[in-house]
């Protein structure tokens, strides 16, 4: 397969998730769940996870909202973290919690 071709395939994958990936976006936005208790962000993100075919540990590492996502085997091997729970004083209104 050459270039052209794999990125045809990762835009057309990228294209495909956009609208899901955008109402998760915005449903994680509305919790501003604070640190160790991103309980639904953390659901809805595994969830969506393993609906996409990544095996899901959950909870990981002994943290309740923390989540391991695998998919494949092999190399490359990539790592990323999350990082999605709300900041005080960032909400609407003052003394609430929002994201930065």
Known sequence: MDAKTKKLQVDQAV???SRRAFN???SIHGWAERPFREYESSKALAAYLEENGFQIEFPFKNIPTAFRATWGTGNPTIGM???YDALPNCGAEEGTWGHG
């Open 15 to 17: 294209k495909s998730q």
């Open 24 to 26: 998760l976006s915005r």
């Open 81 to 83: 973290l999350g990082e």
